[in-house]
Protein backbone atom coordinates (compact mmCIF):
# COMPACT_ATOMS: atom_id res chain seq x y z
CA UNK A 1 0.00 0.00 0.00
CA UNK A 2 1.37 3.92 -1.01
CA UNK A 3 2.13 5.36 2.42
CA UNK A 4 -0.22 7.90 1.85
CA UNK A 5 -3.13 5.99 0.65
CA UNK A 6 -6.72 5.90 3.04
CA UNK A 7 -9.27 3.76 2.83
CA UNK A 8 -12.17 3.29 4.46
CA UNK A 9 -14.48 -0.09 3.60
CA UNK A 10 -18.67 -0.11 4.97
CA UNK A 11 -21.65 -2.04 3.86
CA UNK A 12 -25.43 -0.37 3.88
CA UNK A 13 -28.37 -3.05 3.19
CA UNK A 14 -31.25 -2.40 0.54
CA UNK A 15 -34.59 -0.55 1.83
CA UNK A 16 -38.21 -1.71 0.45
CA UNK A 17 -40.77 1.26 0.51
CA UNK A 18 -44.01 0.74 1.34
CA UNK A 19 -44.88 3.93 0.94
CA UNK A 20 -43.32 4.55 -2.62
CA UNK A 21 -41.43 7.25 -4.66
CA UNK A 22 -42.50 7.36 -7.67
CA UNK A 23 -41.73 10.95 -9.61
CA UNK A 24 -39.58 13.58 -9.33
CA UNK A 25 -40.24 17.63 -9.33
CA UNK A 26 -36.65 18.27 -9.87
CA UNK A 27 -34.27 15.33 -12.03
CA UNK A 28 -31.00 17.20 -11.62
CA UNK A 29 -31.19 17.52 -7.74
CA UNK A 30 -33.85 14.59 -7.38
CA UNK A 31 -36.27 16.30 -5.61
CA UNK A 32 -39.41 13.75 -5.33
CA UNK A 33 -43.12 14.43 -5.95
CA UNK A 34 -44.12 12.99 -2.50
CA UNK A 35 -42.61 11.58 0.47
CA UNK A 36 -42.49 7.99 1.30
CA UNK A 37 -41.53 5.79 3.78
CA UNK A 38 -39.44 2.23 3.58
CA UNK A 39 -37.69 -0.66 5.99
CA UNK A 40 -34.30 -0.78 5.45
CA UNK A 41 -33.30 -4.60 6.25
CA UNK A 42 -30.58 -6.01 8.53
CA UNK A 43 -26.69 -5.86 7.61
CA UNK A 44 -26.95 -9.49 6.57
CA UNK A 45 -29.46 -9.57 4.18
CA UNK A 46 -29.23 -7.80 0.32
CA UNK A 47 -26.56 -5.34 1.19
CA UNK A 48 -24.62 -3.40 -1.29
CA UNK A 49 -20.20 -3.32 0.05
CA UNK A 50 -17.92 -0.96 -1.09
CA UNK A 51 -14.02 0.20 -0.82
CA UNK A 52 -13.43 3.88 -1.19
CA UNK A 53 -9.45 4.52 -1.43
CA UNK A 54 -7.53 8.11 -2.13
CA UNK A 55 -4.25 8.42 -2.50
CA UNK A 56 -1.98 11.33 -3.57
CA UNK A 57 -0.45 9.41 -6.55
CA UNK A 58 -4.01 8.42 -8.30
CA UNK A 59 -4.67 10.22 -11.56
CA UNK A 60 -8.43 9.79 -11.87
CA UNK A 61 -11.55 8.63 -10.10
CA UNK A 62 -12.32 5.16 -10.87
CA UNK A 63 -14.62 2.87 -10.14
CA UNK A 64 -15.23 -0.88 -10.24
CA UNK A 65 -19.09 -2.40 -9.71
CA UNK A 66 -18.90 -6.30 -8.95
CA UNK A 67 -15.64 -5.99 -10.48
CA UNK A 68 -16.42 -4.36 -13.69
CA UNK A 69 -15.03 -1.31 -14.43
CA UNK A 70 -17.78 1.54 -14.66
CA UNK A 71 -17.95 5.12 -16.39
CA UNK A 72 -16.93 7.84 -14.57
CA UNK A 73 -19.46 9.94 -16.77
CA UNK A 74 -22.70 9.15 -14.70
CA UNK A 75 -23.52 12.57 -13.74
CA UNK A 76 -24.61 11.06 -10.24
CA UNK A 77 -21.85 9.73 -9.31
CA UNK A 78 -19.91 12.94 -9.96
CA UNK A 79 -22.54 15.15 -8.17
CA UNK A 80 -21.75 12.62 -5.42
CA UNK A 81 -18.75 13.47 -5.11
CA UNK A 82 -18.97 16.60 -5.62
CA UNK A 83 -20.98 17.18 -3.10
CA UNK A 84 -18.44 15.71 -0.50
CA UNK A 85 -15.84 17.65 -1.27
CA UNK A 86 -17.71 20.15 -0.94
CA UNK A 87 -18.31 19.36 2.31
CA UNK A 88 -14.93 18.88 2.99
CA UNK A 89 -13.85 22.55 1.42
CA UNK A 90 -16.08 24.18 3.46
CA UNK A 91 -14.44 22.71 6.58
CA UNK A 92 -10.63 23.53 5.55
CA UNK A 93 -10.63 25.11 2.06
CA UNK A 94 -7.05 23.79 1.64
CA UNK A 95 -7.56 20.02 3.05
CA UNK A 96 -4.98 18.10 0.85
CA UNK A 97 -7.16 15.04 0.21
CA UNK A 98 -9.46 17.53 -1.54
CA UNK A 99 -7.15 17.08 -4.59
CA UNK A 100 -6.21 13.20 -4.53
CA UNK A 101 -8.24 11.06 -6.72
CA UNK A 102 -10.64 8.24 -5.41
CA UNK A 103 -10.81 4.62 -6.57
CA UNK A 104 -14.41 2.94 -5.45
CA UNK A 105 -14.68 -0.70 -5.31
CA UNK A 106 -18.34 -1.91 -4.83
CA UNK A 107 -20.14 -5.00 -5.41
CA UNK A 108 -24.21 -6.25 -4.22
CA UNK A 109 -24.54 -9.74 -2.99
CA UNK A 110 -28.09 -9.68 -5.23
CA UNK A 111 -28.60 -9.31 -8.50
CA UNK A 112 -27.96 -5.43 -9.58
CA UNK A 113 -31.02 -3.53 -11.32
CA UNK A 114 -33.21 -6.18 -11.50
CA UNK A 115 -36.06 -4.02 -9.14
CA UNK A 116 -34.47 -5.15 -5.89
CA UNK A 117 -33.17 -1.90 -4.82
CA UNK A 118 -29.47 -2.58 -5.59
CA UNK A 119 -28.89 1.50 -6.47
CA UNK A 120 -30.19 2.52 -3.00
CA UNK A 121 -27.95 0.18 -1.19
CA UNK A 122 -25.29 1.45 -3.50
CA UNK A 123 -25.26 4.73 -2.61
CA UNK A 124 -26.46 4.66 0.33
CA UNK A 125 -23.09 2.18 0.98
CA UNK A 126 -20.95 5.34 -1.39
CA UNK A 127 -21.77 8.29 0.07
CA UNK A 128 -21.41 7.12 3.62
CA UNK A 129 -18.53 5.06 3.04
CA UNK A 130 -17.05 8.55 1.36
CA UNK A 131 -17.91 10.45 4.39
CA UNK A 132 -16.14 8.23 6.96
CA UNK A 133 -13.18 9.03 4.48
CA UNK A 134 -13.29 12.88 4.22
CA UNK A 135 -14.53 12.97 7.89
CA UNK A 136 -18.01 14.10 7.02
CA UNK A 137 -20.52 14.80 9.84
CA UNK A 138 -24.19 15.90 9.53
CA UNK A 139 -27.00 14.40 7.43
CA UNK A 140 -25.85 13.01 4.14
CA UNK A 141 -29.06 11.26 3.07
CA UNK A 142 -28.91 14.82 0.70
CA UNK A 143 -25.69 14.13 -0.82
CA UNK A 144 -27.03 9.67 -0.86
CA UNK A 145 -30.41 11.46 -2.69
CA UNK A 146 -28.72 12.54 -5.55
CA UNK A 147 -27.18 9.63 -6.56
CA UNK A 148 -30.52 7.22 -6.64
CA UNK A 149 -33.31 8.85 -4.95
CA UNK A 150 -34.33 5.74 -2.50
CA UNK A 151 -31.02 5.48 -1.26
CA UNK A 152 -31.19 8.41 0.97
CA UNK A 153 -33.42 6.19 3.23
CA UNK A 154 -30.60 3.52 3.28
CA UNK A 155 -28.60 5.99 5.24
CA UNK A 156 -30.25 5.11 8.33
CA UNK A 157 -31.76 1.40 9.77
CA UNK A 158 -35.36 0.17 11.17
CA UNK A 159 -38.14 2.33 9.59
CA UNK A 160 -37.30 5.28 7.42
CA UNK A 161 -39.29 8.24 5.85
CA UNK A 162 -37.94 10.17 3.23
CA UNK A 163 -39.39 14.01 3.62
CA UNK A 164 -40.10 15.43 -0.08
CA UNK A 165 -39.18 19.35 1.50
CA UNK A 166 -40.62 22.04 -0.11
CA UNK A 167 -37.33 24.20 -0.93
CA UNK A 168 -35.80 24.58 -4.18
CA UNK A 169 -32.20 23.57 -3.59
CA UNK A 170 -33.40 20.72 -1.77
CA UNK A 171 -32.55 21.52 1.98
CA UNK A 172 -34.96 19.99 3.38
CA UNK A 173 -35.78 16.60 1.20
CA UNK A 174 -34.27 14.35 3.64
CA UNK A 175 -34.57 11.12 5.10
CA UNK A 176 -35.93 10.74 9.05
CA UNK A 177 -35.78 7.85 10.86
CA UNK A 178 -39.43 7.04 12.00
CA UNK A 179 -38.83 4.42 14.50
CA UNK A 180 -35.38 2.05 14.60
CA UNK A 181 -35.89 -1.61 13.85
CA UNK A 182 -35.68 -2.76 17.44
CA UNK A 183 -39.35 -1.06 17.97
CA UNK A 184 -40.73 -3.72 15.93
CA UNK A 185 -38.28 -6.62 16.11
CA UNK A 186 -41.11 -9.31 15.18
CA UNK A 187 -41.29 -7.94 11.49
CA UNK A 188 -39.93 -10.28 8.69
CA UNK A 189 -39.22 -9.75 4.87
CA UNK A 190 -39.30 -12.73 2.49
CA UNK A 191 -37.87 -11.38 -0.87
CA UNK A 192 -39.46 -13.87 -3.69
CA UNK A 193 -37.01 -13.71 -6.85
CA UNK A 194 -39.40 -14.17 -9.88
CA UNK A 195 -36.78 -13.34 -12.16
CA UNK A 196 -33.03 -11.89 -11.45
CA UNK A 197 -32.76 -9.94 -15.58
CA UNK A 198 -31.91 -6.97 -15.22
CA UNK A 199 -35.17 -4.60 -16.06
CA UNK A 200 -36.54 -3.18 -19.46
CA UNK A 201 -37.38 0.21 -17.89
CA UNK A 202 -35.06 2.00 -15.35
CA UNK A 203 -36.97 3.72 -12.41
CA UNK A 204 -35.82 7.30 -14.03
CA UNK A 205 -37.01 6.40 -17.42
CA UNK A 206 -40.24 5.06 -15.83
CA UNK A 207 -41.34 7.55 -13.60
CA UNK A 208 -40.73 10.63 -15.99
CA UNK A 209 -42.71 8.70 -18.47
CA UNK A 210 -45.39 8.38 -15.62
CA UNK A 211 -45.25 12.08 -14.72
CA UNK A 212 -45.45 13.35 -18.19
CA UNK A 213 -48.51 10.73 -19.45
CA UNK A 214 -50.31 8.74 -16.60
CA UNK A 215 -53.56 11.12 -15.71
CA UNK A 216 -53.98 8.50 -12.55
CA UNK A 217 -51.20 10.08 -11.78
CA UNK A 218 -51.79 13.52 -10.19
CA UNK A 219 -55.18 11.85 -8.12
CA UNK A 220 -52.14 9.41 -6.63
CA UNK A 221 -50.28 12.53 -5.30
CA UNK A 222 -53.66 14.04 -3.74
CA UNK A 223 -53.96 10.63 -1.21
CA UNK A 224 -50.09 10.60 -0.54
CA UNK A 225 -49.51 12.80 2.44
CA UNK A 226 -52.65 11.24 4.33
CA UNK A 227 -51.16 7.79 3.72
CA UNK A 228 -47.89 8.58 5.21
CA UNK A 229 -49.57 9.65 8.40
CA UNK A 230 -51.71 6.22 8.55
CA UNK A 231 -48.52 4.18 7.53
CA UNK A 232 -46.21 6.47 10.43
CA UNK A 233 -49.44 5.33 12.73
CA UNK A 234 -49.45 1.69 11.91
CA UNK A 235 -45.88 1.35 12.51
CA UNK A 236 -45.87 3.20 15.88
CA UNK A 237 -48.83 1.00 17.20
CA UNK A 238 -47.30 -1.73 15.72
CA UNK A 239 -50.85 -2.52 13.63
CA UNK A 240 -49.30 -5.64 11.23
CA UNK A 241 -52.92 -5.74 9.79
CA UNK A 242 -53.21 -1.91 8.98
CA UNK A 243 -49.56 -1.59 8.06
CA UNK A 244 -50.36 -4.65 5.78
CA UNK A 245 -53.20 -3.13 3.91
CA UNK A 246 -51.24 0.20 3.05
CA UNK A 247 -48.60 -1.53 1.67
CA UNK A 248 -50.23 -3.61 -0.56
CA UNK A 249 -52.31 -0.40 -2.01
CA UNK A 250 -49.88 1.41 -2.20
CA UNK A 251 -48.01 -1.13 -4.48
CA UNK A 252 -50.69 -1.80 -6.27
CA UNK A 253 -51.64 2.22 -6.98
CA UNK A 254 -47.93 2.57 -7.91
CA UNK A 255 -48.34 -0.58 -10.76
CA UNK A 256 -51.38 1.10 -11.93
CA UNK A 257 -50.03 4.43 -12.66
CA UNK A 258 -47.29 2.24 -14.47
CA UNK A 259 -49.62 0.91 -16.72
CA UNK A 260 -51.48 4.12 -17.31
CA UNK A 261 -48.47 5.76 -18.28
CA UNK A 262 -48.16 5.75 -22.22
CA UNK A 263 -46.50 3.67 -23.46
CA UNK A 264 -47.65 1.57 -20.44
CA UNK A 265 -45.25 0.07 -18.11
CA UNK A 266 -45.60 -3.41 -17.01
CA UNK A 267 -42.99 -4.30 -14.00
CA UNK A 268 -44.68 -7.45 -12.80
CA UNK A 269 -45.10 -10.62 -14.56
CA UNK A 270 -47.63 -13.69 -14.34
CA UNK A 271 -45.89 -15.19 -11.19
CA UNK A 272 -45.73 -11.84 -9.69
CA UNK A 273 -49.50 -11.44 -9.98
CA UNK A 274 -50.09 -15.38 -9.07
CA UNK A 275 -48.28 -14.38 -5.53
CA UNK A 276 -51.03 -11.52 -5.20
CA UNK A 277 -53.37 -13.73 -5.71
CA UNK A 278 -51.92 -16.30 -3.24
CA UNK A 279 -51.55 -13.70 -0.39
CA UNK A 280 -55.00 -12.57 -0.48
CA UNK A 281 -56.56 -15.93 -0.28
CA UNK A 282 -54.29 -16.84 2.68
CA UNK A 283 -55.58 -13.35 4.39
CA UNK A 284 -58.52 -14.15 3.39
CA UNK A 285 -59.10 -17.89 4.85
CA UNK A 286 -57.08 -15.92 8.04
CA UNK A 287 -59.28 -13.33 7.79
CA UNK A 288 -57.01 -10.40 8.77
CA UNK A 289 -54.14 -9.49 6.48
CA UNK A 290 -51.44 -11.76 7.91
CA UNK A 291 -48.65 -11.43 5.11
CA UNK A 292 -48.41 -8.10 2.82
CA UNK A 293 -46.88 -8.11 -0.77
CA UNK A 294 -44.99 -5.31 -2.23
CA UNK A 295 -43.43 -4.82 -5.87
CA UNK A 296 -40.47 -2.41 -6.92
CA UNK A 297 -39.74 -1.61 -10.47
CA UNK A 298 -39.43 -5.16 -11.23
CA UNK A 299 -41.47 -8.43 -10.70
CA UNK A 300 -39.95 -9.33 -7.62
CA UNK A 301 -42.17 -9.57 -4.71
CA UNK A 302 -40.78 -8.46 -1.16
CA UNK A 303 -43.17 -10.43 1.07
CA UNK A 304 -43.55 -8.57 4.82
CA UNK A 305 -44.61 -10.82 7.69
CA UNK A 306 -44.64 -11.35 11.40
CA UNK A 307 -41.81 -14.12 12.64
CA UNK A 308 -44.18 -16.07 13.82
CA UNK A 309 -46.00 -16.65 10.58
CA UNK A 310 -42.76 -17.27 8.19
CA UNK A 311 -43.50 -20.74 8.78
CA UNK A 312 -47.01 -21.02 7.26
CA UNK A 313 -46.42 -18.63 4.30
CA UNK A 314 -43.40 -20.37 3.00
CA UNK A 315 -44.80 -23.89 3.11
CA UNK A 316 -47.15 -22.33 1.28
CA UNK A 317 -44.63 -20.43 -0.98
CA UNK A 318 -42.92 -23.42 -1.61
CA UNK A 319 -45.86 -25.47 -2.48
CA UNK A 320 -47.00 -23.19 -5.23
CA UNK A 321 -43.62 -21.53 -6.92
CA UNK A 322 -42.55 -22.51 -9.24
CA UNK A 323 -46.28 -22.29 -10.30
CA UNK A 324 -47.12 -25.62 -10.88
CA UNK A 325 -50.86 -25.67 -10.22
CA UNK A 326 -54.00 -23.40 -11.12
CA UNK A 327 -56.17 -24.46 -8.68
CA UNK A 328 -54.10 -22.71 -5.70
CA UNK A 329 -57.36 -20.64 -4.39
CA UNK A 330 -59.27 -24.14 -4.17
CA UNK A 331 -56.28 -25.48 -2.18
CA UNK A 332 -55.92 -22.96 0.26
CA UNK A 333 -59.43 -22.15 0.89
CA UNK A 334 -59.65 -26.14 1.63
CA UNK A 335 -57.16 -25.58 4.49
CA UNK A 336 -58.99 -24.88 7.72
CA UNK A 337 -56.82 -22.04 9.26
CA UNK A 338 -55.73 -24.30 12.07
CA UNK A 339 -54.20 -26.73 9.92
CA UNK A 340 -52.49 -24.67 7.82
CA UNK A 341 -48.79 -25.41 9.18
CA UNK A 342 -47.40 -24.81 11.54
O1 LIG B 1 -34.31 5.53 -6.31
P1 LIG B 1 -34.73 4.93 -7.60
O2 LIG B 1 -34.52 5.87 -8.74
O3 LIG B 1 -34.12 3.59 -7.86
O4 LIG B 1 -36.32 4.69 -7.55
C1 LIG B 1 -36.92 3.77 -6.69
C2 LIG B 1 -38.35 3.60 -6.99
C3 LIG B 1 -39.06 2.49 -6.25
O5 LIG B 1 -38.14 1.50 -5.80
C4 LIG B 1 -40.05 1.82 -7.19
C5 LIG B 1 -39.87 3.01 -5.07
C6 LIG B 1 -39.13 3.36 -3.80
O6 LIG B 1 -39.62 4.23 -3.08
O7 LIG B 1 -38.09 2.76 -3.50
Known amino acids: MARNMKSSTCTA ?118 SKLFHVDGDISSIARQGSGSACRSVYGGFVKWVMGTQKDGADSIAVQVAPASHWPELRTLILVVSDQKKHTSSTEGMQTTVNTSQLFPRRLLGMEEKMEQMEKSINEKDFHSFAELTMKDSNQLHSVCLDTYPPISYMKDVSHQIVRMVHCLNSICERNIVAYTFDAGP ?27 NMEKFIQGLPVDVLPP
Open 13 to 130: PVNIAVIKYWGKRDEELILPTNSSLSVTLGQDQLRAKTTVAIDPSFTEDRMWLNGKEQSMKSARLRNVLREIRNKVRKRKADDETLSWKVHICSENNFPTAAGLASSAAGYACLVFTL
Open 300 to 326: NACLYLLEKDVPRVLSLVTTFFPPKDN
